[in-house]
């Protein structure tokens, strides 16, 4: 009995804690300029990128899938790196910084693979926050939550 008490208190907290995610489809860039371990070798670092979709958008994070994990050596999740993320709104165009938490490879076929990256804002401007939350709350009557595995009991 008291087990089933405390598993129904730590889910109606974790959906307080948790962020709603709500299923948007926008254009997406990923970017970042690589580590500059080259000793004393001195070459110009290029901005490298990816362009892809958005899956889902909350106020803490974003969903992407993009058509690659690596670009070049560099993994897109893990060691912490921050990404720049610019997204192409109907109401303006926002830029922000995010950290991959997780990714997965989704796809039936190796010539259709894609890779879906969850993703923790860690920055954004408060203009680009402005745009972004009212983008949010616009649209938050037109389209139903994701899933989060969360079983209602």
């Known amino acids: 009995m008291i087990r089933k008490w405390a598993s129904k ?3 109606s907290v974790s959906k307080r804690v948790v962020s709603r995610r709500r299923e ?3 254009p997406i860039e990923i970017s970042f300029e ?8 001195q070459r110009p670092i ?13 106020e ?15 993994y ?8 720049t993320a610019e997204l ?5 165009r926002i830029k922000m910084q995010i950290v991959g938490q997780r990714y ?6 190796v010539s259709n693979t894609k890779y879906l990256v969850g993703a923790k804002i860690v920055q954004i401007s408060e203009g680009d926050k402005d745009i972004y939350s009212s983008f949010l709350e616009k649209n938050k009557q037109k389209t139903g939550m994701l899933e989060l595995g969360i079983d209602e009991g």
């Open 9 to 11: 208190f730590r889910k």
């Open 24 to 26: 948007y489809h926008l």
């Open 34 to 41: 690589p580590d500059r371990n080259t000793g004393s070798l």
């Open 46 to 58: 290029n901005k490298l990128s990816v362009r892809g979709e958005t899956c889902d958008l909350s």
């Open 60 to 74: 803490t994070g974003i969903g992407f899938v993009v058509s690659s994990i690596r670009l070049r050596e560099y």
């Open 76 to 83: 897109l999740v893990g060691e912490g790196r921050v990404l």
């Open 88 to 92: 192409k709104l109907p109401n303006g």
């Open 104 to 109: 997965e490879q989704v796809g039936q076929h």
